[in-house]
Nanobody
């Protein structure tokens, strides 16, 4: 099993920045890829960004490309989501996810085996 714990959410003004962290523990050697998803009120959980565990490949939703960066602390088991130029439409609960297997469907929720509890991000206009 893998446990994921997110942190770093909060309230910021539009144009500001936040960095989310996702600490992985347990059988982290079994992780192939990591991702961030978000869920706004009344909407389905949507893909934000993904990366292979070694960070060689990264992928982004069009809505965040150029503003968000996914990365991993190679010295440990923490994955980050640096969010810049934040907009009110970025307001959501952000979830970290981990996959045990390679998949071309990196943006699909079904590609991930483990999920964190989520952290709230609120952007004020």
């Amino acid at each position: 099993q893998v446990q994921l714990v997110e942190s770093g959410g909060g309230l910021v003004q539009a144009g500001g920045s936040l960095r989310l962290s996702c600490a992985a523990s347990g059988r982290t050697f079994s992780i192939y890829g990591m991702a961030w998803f978000r869920q706004a009120p009344g909407k389905e959980r949507a893909f934000v960004a993904a990366a292979t565990w070694r960070g060689v490949n990264t992928y982004y939703a069009d809505s965040v490309k150029g503003r968000f960066t996914i990365s991993r602390d190679n010295a440990g088991n923490t994955v980050y989501l640096q969010m810049n130029s934040l907009k009110p439409e970025d307001t959501a609960v952000y979830y970290c996810a981990a996959s045990r297997r390679s998949s071309t469907s990196y943006s699909a929720r079904t590609a991930y085996d483990y999920w964190g509890q989520g952290t709230q991000v609120t952007i004020s206009s």
